[in-house]
């Protein structure tokens, strides 16, 4: 995903179940006291879920329907004063066509991790089957507005306090387990941990390698979501010449699914 603007000027005494999923092959040296994760294969998963943002044109959902998509996560909000104009329109439109659907927000630092909660679901308007998602990377654009570790476990505690639903949490691995990431090599102070809140909120990885890097603090769950493509067009194929674009939109970020289709209605229907 990317952030609006291109160029800038564990918490205690919160329970959650625990869900599992698939698991990628981690290659970086582990923190002490962290298990080697599992490989699994690049073709284990659905590949039945894009995601959106107004930087992409929508021609007709129902296409995109038809192209084997069952769910669209698009982009809500981001930092805590900008909304995504197409959000609420596409939204009716989306769920019309029979789509499933998740809102995202883009997390900085320029706000408190509180009041970014708020602004998401605000705008969001989370409904019993919608699902929510945290974009916890780098702004490679401006690093001084890069959301900080202790801002998104208060985002993720305000999501759930408001709904009692945890939000996902889209990363990269390397940006999770604290290594230089983008032009300007920015990275964590430390690596994400399984004590972390995140590590309770399924994780929503980033990695458009063939073989995907786990994060440490997932190390023991796994991906619930895998983003293996971005910015998909028919001119633009993942992986040599497949090409992964999808009927009624310009261009969209491709993922796969831990899971069957059965197993995705039931996790996205399950977030009540």
Request: overall charge neutral.
């Amino acid at each position: 995903m990317i952030p609006r603007r291109t160029v800038l000027a564990g918490l205690a005494g919160l329970t959650v179940p625990a869900v599992t999923g698939c698991a990628g092959r981690q290659t970086a040296t582990r923190p002490p006291g962290v298990a080697q994760p599992t490989t699994s294969s690049t073709a284990a998963g659905l590949d039945a879920v894009i995601d959106l943002s107004h930087n992409v044109t929508v021609d007709d959902f129902t296409l995109v329907r038809r192209s084997n998509i069952l769910a669209v996560v698009h982009k809500a909000t981001e930092g805590g004063d900008w909304i995504d104009p197409s959000y609420a329109g596409r939204r009716r439109h989306a769920e019309e066509a029979g789509l499933l659907w998740g809102a995202y927000h883009f997390g900085t630092r320029q706000y408190s991790g509180a009041d970014q909660a708020r602004a998401f679901l605000a705008t969001a308007q989370p409904g019993p089957k919608t699902l929510m998602a945290l974009d916890f990377e780098p702004n490679d654009g401006n690093p001084r507005n890069t959301m900080t570790l202790a801002q998104a476990e208060t985002f993720v505690q305000v999501v759930y306090q408001a709904t009692r639903r945890m939000p996902l949490v889209y990363t990269h691995p390397g940006w999770a387990n604290g290594a230089p990431a983008g032009r300007r090599s920015i990275k964590l102070p430390e690596p994400v941990t399984s004590a972390s809140l995140l590590a309770r909120c399924d994780l929503w990885l980033a990695d458009h390698r063939e073989e995907p890097e786990l994060p440490f603090a997932w190390a023991d769950r796994g991906w619930r979501l895998w983003q293996y493509a971005a910015n998909q067009t028919a001119g633009d194929g993942a992986f040599g010449d497949t090409s992964r674009t999808v009927a009624g939109v310009s261009h969209c970020d491709r993922n796969l699914f831990a899971g069957d289709a059965a197993a995705l209605y039931r996790f996205w229907n399950s977030r009540a």
